[in-house]
């Protein structure tokens, strides 16, 4: 099961689609997931701004890196 994560903060349409992607690779049990994780990361860099910081970024970037978004229920 894919967990999304929970931020208190709007994450850009970029970073959303993105995540929806990682969750299609992972739902599908791709070979490919370490890659859709790398894009991610790649993406939420790319969309920091004043709204979107780094220090948001990192952490959207810290919770599915550590693949949190596994959920073994």
């Known amino acids: 099961m894919f967990k999304e994560g929970k931020f208190d903060f709007e994450l850009p349409k970029e970073v959303k689609d993105e995540i929806q992607e990682l969750k299609k690779a992972v739902l599908e049990d791709s070979t490919l997931v370490d890659c859709y994780i790398e894009e991610l990361r790649a993406v939420s860099h790319g969309c920091e701004n ?3 910081t780094e220090d ?3 952490e959207v970037i ?3 890196t550590q693949r949190r978004y596994l959920s073994y229920d």
Do not use: G, L, W
């Open 50 to 52: 004043d709204t979107y």
């Open 56 to 58: 948001m970024s990192n």
């Open 62 to 64: 810290h919770y599915y």
